[in-house]
């Protein structure tokens, strides 16, 4: 656990101490364009933040790997696990900072989200079966083609529910970080029921994804310095996905007995973690294919604007998304580690639904109407990112002068802008 624990220090220090570096980077080359229409932020902020976020990986990774007991589950797991996410993790990044810095077709960015997890697959990192319980059929083995096609639409899935889910200061950074902390835990349980040990290849891989993230945090939570962009957004949903598919190559029978939910886990897993982001990724083809748009055009419909729409503040409208991150994802795992049937998870979504639901509810003004922000609302976090733009002066009013000699009969004129005429003082010239 230590280890653990140390990773993810080290992925945090680093990741906090190059932000300011990458910061400075991408206002010096202009990756920080103007203000989209559909943006919440109401000044121009840089981007890039995922190239320190990259690099608190890579270090996390490289000293994971020389650690005693975490790096002899490294070497001994299946794939490169290290140099899968190092390699395939610099192609998403380079992919994701031409992206932010110049702009890229849709296609060419989902191109390069293919190669890397192309990466993951040539590395063995890969799903090898689906797993069911034996009563279900069992599980279903997978050839190296089907698994290949497999991993490459799971790890691509996950990393467009990750970019379209990032739209609000800190959103993106703290849903993976929860998500990543469910992964951790459920790795850490299912291998403790398994053979008594606590190191595995999937928890390495989450607690360097939760020091980037936490690392990042502190930058980016509201009002952000820096947002990560597709660099950063991209990169931590490969890395995700990478952990997910790696807690999979159990033999299910192992845990057959404990209970029915730890066989599924896998499968609920990711969908419990990434709830949120699937439902976005979902309803956003959905609402823009219904249009005539194409799936990829954006528009301000996702999740996050609705929450600020109905009048809930930036803060409050992330700390909400972060609420149901974690009911969801340490739910499933909380009822993994308790023998509960499965039919009780459609009885607990529900209920989990409802009380997000209220959560969600704008809070109403006394007299009634919808909510609007004042001086005196402490839920009113000012503007939704940067600083707030300079108030210009007011403009001087011109007062023209009489000429000289009118005297007191000037008195009671106006100007041609509508002000009236200071009269000239009788005793000056």
């Not at 994971?64 to 990044?93: E, P, Y």
């Not at 499933?332 to 039919?343: K, R």
């Not at 300079?390 to 009671?412: K, L």
Request: aromatic letters at 6%; proline letters at 8%.
């Amino acid at each position: 656990m230590r280890e653990y624990l140390f990773m993810a220090l080290i992925s945090a220090a680093v990741t906090y101490l190059l932000v300011p570096l990458v910061r400075r980077l991408a206002i010096g080359i202009g990756a920080m364009p103007e203000v989209r229409e559909r943006d919440v932020h109401t000044t121009p902020t840089p981007r890039l933040g995922g190239l320190a976020m990259y690099g608190g990986l890579v270090v996390g990774l490289l000293v994971a790997s020389r650690l005693t007991h975490t790096g002899a589950a490294l070497a001994d797991s299946d794939g490169d696990a290290v140099t899968a996410l190092i390699v395939a993790g610099g192609l998403i990044t380079l992919t994701g900072f031409l992206d932010d810095w110049w702009g890229m077709d849709a296609f060419v960015k989902l191109a390069g989200q293919i190669a890397a997890a192309g990466v993951l697959v040539f590395f063995d990192l890969r799903l090898l079966y689906i797993p069911l319980p034996q009563d279900w059929g069992g599980s279903t083995s997978l050839d190296y083609t089907l698994s290949t096609v497999i991993t490459i639409m799971v790890v691509v899935v996950t990393i467009n529910a990750v970019n379209f889910v990032d739209g609000l200061d800190g959103l993106a950074a703290g849903v993976v970080c929860i998500a990543g902390m469910a992964t951790w835990a459920y790795s850490i349980f299912l291998a403790d029921e398994i053979s008594g040990g606590r190191i595995t290849t999937t928890a390495a891989i989450a607690a360097v994804l939760i020091g980037a993230c936490l690392g990042f945090l502190p930058h980016n939570f509201h009002p952000a310095k820096i947002f990560m962009g597709d660099t950063g957004a991209m990169l931590i949903g490969l890395v995700l996905a990478s952990s997910i598919v790696t807690v999979t190559p159990l033999d299910p029978a192992i845990i057959e007995g404990m209970n029915k939910v730890p066989v599924l886990l896998p499968l609920l897993l990711p969908a419990a973690v990434l709830v949120l982001p699937l439902v976005d990724l979902i309803t956003a083809v959905v609402r823009r294919t219904s249009r005539g748009l194409s799936p990829f055009a954006p528009d301000r419909g996702h999740l996050h604007h609705r929450l600020m729409d109905i009048g809930h503040s930036h803060r409050r409208s992330v700390l909400i998304m972060y609420a149901w991150a974690f009911l969801f994802a340490f739910g499933i795992v909380g009822m993994s580690t308790i023998g509960v049937p499965v039919l009780l998870f459609p009885v607990v979504i529900v209920l989990a639904l409802a009380v997000l639901v209220l959560m969600a509810l704008p809070r109403w003004r006394r007299r009634g109407g919808a909510r609007t922000a004042s001086r005196d609302d402490p839920d009113d976090d000012g503007p939704p990112t940067g600083p707030m733009p300079p108030v210009p002066p007011e403009p001087q009013v011109r007062r023209r002068m009489p000429p000289p000699g009118d005297g007191p009969a000037s008195q009671g004129r106006s100007s041609v802008e509508g002000n009236p005429v200071i009269p000239a003082h009788p005793g000056r010239s």
